[in-house]
């Protein structure tokens, strides 16, 4: 088991839901800004949202605006990707990332593959 511990991953119909979780109990959660990253088949690794560890603000790509959230627990040491409004383009594995300015470190999780289709 590594430092981020992804689940939450599978299959969804267009217009569905889905929410990712990324468990980090082994680092000082909160000093990290925590990333949802997404690879789709033939393309490129995309960013997808991105949260501070303080949780007060977040960034989104244009593809997911408006339909995917991200949050965060500290307390529970977890990161959450709520996807709404799912898209067959939004197929991809996704990925977390944990990166910290202040030591200039990152953890990445294991990916898990969501699939939408008709």
């Known amino acids: 088991q590594g430092p981020l511990v992804v689940s939450g991953g599978g299959l969804v119909q267009p217009g569905g839901s889905l929410r990712l979780s990324c468990a980090a109990p082994?680092?000082?959660?909160?000093?990290?800004?925590m990333s949802w990253f997404r690879q789709a088949p033939g393309k490129e690794r995309e960013l997808g949202a991105r949260?501070?560890?303080?949780?007060?603000?977040?960034i989104y790509a244009e593809s997911v605006k408006g339909r995917f959230t991200i949050s965060r627990d500290n307390a529970k040491k977890t990161a959450y990707l709520q996807m709404n409004l799912m898209k067959p383009e939004d197929t991809a594995v996704y990925s977390c990332n944990a990166y910290s300015v202040a030591v200039d470190r990152e953890f990445w999780g294991q990916g898990t593959q969501v699939t939408v289709y008709s």
């Open positions: 949260i501070t560890g303080t949780g007060d603000s977040q």
């Open positions: 082994t680092f000082t959660f909160s000093n990290y800004a």
